[in-house]
């Protein structure tokens, strides 16, 4: 799939277009970049139409899994899901153009919070990293944390994270390479997340 960035071509032709009528989307923009003066002037219109156009460009780059995990209205979706399948220069800037059209009709603060929480920069997925990494920490220092973590989420295995636990251990006594210990990580966050456990993966987030 291209996920190329749209340069200078690619923007909207009605990047000037009056943005008055979505309060929420001048709000946000103004959240983003600070106090501005009270009457928008006309570069700054275009910049807020370019940066609202930039969420669609984030969107139509999401894999589809990630996509279904943002509330988007059913019309945008679409012409991001339509984005993805066209690979004609001409024919996506115009469904770019689209998206960003629809953009302005939407408050886009939700939207740009959903994806610094999938991108890991939001505040709160931070915290939640730093929790489940203190957590992890507890557990192999008392195994009875275990009884915490099964009040917690009443869908773990225990007997898989006793193990995990005993392998971790057993790994920082040999000077072993902690695979048991990032898999905790892993397990811990999918249990976080409500989902069942997916393969191993190297990027666990816990360096």
């Given at each position: 799939?291209?996920?190329?960035?749209?340069?200078?071509d690619?923007?909207p032709?009605?990047?000037?277009?009056?943005?008055?009528?979505?309060?929420?989307?001048l709000?946000?923009?103004?959240n983003?970049?600070?106090?501005?003066?009270?009457?928008?002037?006309?570069?700054?219109?275009?910049?807020?139409?370019?940066?609202?156009?930039?969420?669609?460009?984030?969107l139509?780059?999401?894999?589809?899994?990630?996509?279904?995990?943002?509330?988007?209205?059913?019309?945008?979706?679409?012409?991001?899901?339509?984005?993805?399948?066209?690979?004609?220069?001409?024919?996506?800037?115009?469904?770019?153009?689209?998206?960003?059209?629809?953009?302005?009709?939407?408050?886009?603060?939700?939207?740009?919070?959903?994806?610094?929480?999938?991108?890991?920069?939001?505040?709160?997925?931070?915290?939640?990293?730093?929790?489940?990494e203190?957590?992890?920490?507890?557990?192999?220092e008392?195994?009875?944390?275990l009884?915490?973590?099964?009040?917690?989420?009443?869908?773990?295995d225990?007997?898989q994270?006793?193990?995990?636990?005993?392998?971790?251990?057993?790994?920082?006594e040999?000077?072993?390479?902690?695979?048991?210990?990032?898999?905790?990580f892993?397990v811990?966050?999918?249990?976080?997340?409500?989902?069942a456990?997916e393969?191993?993966?190297?990027?666990?987030?816990?360096?």
């Amino acid at each position: 799939m291209d996920t190329k960035l749209l340069d200078q071509d690619d923007l909207p032709e009605d990047a000037n277009a009056n943005l008055d009528d979505n309060p929420e989307a001048l709000r946000w923009e103004e959240n983003r970049r600070g106090p501005t003066s009270s009457a928008p002037s006309k570069s700054r219109k275009k910049r807020d139409v370019e940066a609202l156009q930039d969420l669609g460009v984030q969107l139509v780059a999401l894999s589809t899994d990630r996509l279904k995990k943002i509330n988007l209205p059913d019309n945008l979706r679409e012409a991001v899901r339509d984005a993805q399948r066209i690979s004609a220069h001409g024919a996506r800037r115009r469904q770019f153009q689209l998206i960003g059209k629809l953009m302005r009709e939407i408050d886009p603060a939700p939207i740009q919070e959903a994806l610094d929480e999938i991108n890991g920069v939001s505040a709160a997925a931070t915290a939640r990293l730093h929790a489940l990494e203190r957590l992890r920490t507890r557990l192999l220092e008392d195994e009875q944390v275990l009884g915490e973590i099964m009040a917690s989420y009443p869908q773990a295995d225990m007997k898989q994270l006793r193990q995990l636990r005993r392998n971790a251990l057993k790994e920082q006594e040999l000077h072993k390479p902690p695979k048991a210990f990032r898999e905790i990580f892993r397990v811990l966050k999918e249990l976080q997340n409500h989902v069942a456990p997916e393969p191993e993966s190297e990027e666990d987030g816990d360096d």
